[in-house]
């Protein structure tokens, strides 16, 4: 009966460690939870050694067991200490102890983003960059604001002659529909960096806007020329498209109906 007990436990105990292996768990984290396993059985022994006394399971707080427990893992049981294998005591920390491991397995499969270490996953949402969600945050704010024009026109070459402080040249999108028209733009800024801010009107105000493309600040983005697709963004009931064309960083912005 104890050596096929003492079987299942080693069986029991090899699962355990290989499942746990398989996952995120560090090196570190392993060590920590073969010594608890050994602390709780040493805690259990000295339980049922104890006979006729007061068990220490009934004494003393939960944490000096755990604090003994993890202290006899370290150096050792003492020696003429025997465990009962057939005990009810030891087979209910078992059951305990099988609980604990699969609720952490639960916790792997449930929230993965939550590391061993305590880390968030660095993982963006749905692959969007933090800094598209920067932009997207910043071209909706500006286009809710809704400034006044600092200059109304409807013709491109105007409004090239209206920018002189931009370190680049206004163009044409080809994401903006003929049915939109052009009435006036401003000066604004995407991230520090000094930004055009173009606006159209249809059926409603749309705003685009134009800045140098810095891949370093900007990080890589969608390039329509290629026939990639741009970032679609929802912020503050604003949706927001952000793309590179021509060499430029652009943006559009309109209020959801």
Known sequence: MTKKTDAADMSFKALVKQHIETQTLSEQGLVRLENLLVGVEATQGNAIQVEG???????????TQYSEGIRQSNNGLAAGQELSDDS???????????ASVLLLVLSLNWYPEIGWQGEPSSTPQLGVSDMSIKIAVEVAKNH?????LEVQTAELSQLRDYFTELDFTLVSSSRIGEAKQMIGGRYCSIQGLTAAQIRFV???????YQVQ???TLYGELP????????VELVERGVAVSIWVEKGLLMATAHSIE
């Open 144 to 148: 809710i604001k809704m400034k006044p």
């Open 213 to 215: 493309y810095d891949k």
């Open 202 to 208: 249809d059926k409603q105000p749309l705003t685009l």
């Open 53 to 63: 006394e007061s068990s220490p399971l009934h004494t003393g707080s939960a944490s």
């Open 223 to 230: 390039r329509v020329d290629l026939g990639q697709k741009p």
């Open 88 to 98: 009810p005591t030891r087979y209910k920390s078992m059951l305990a102890l099988a």
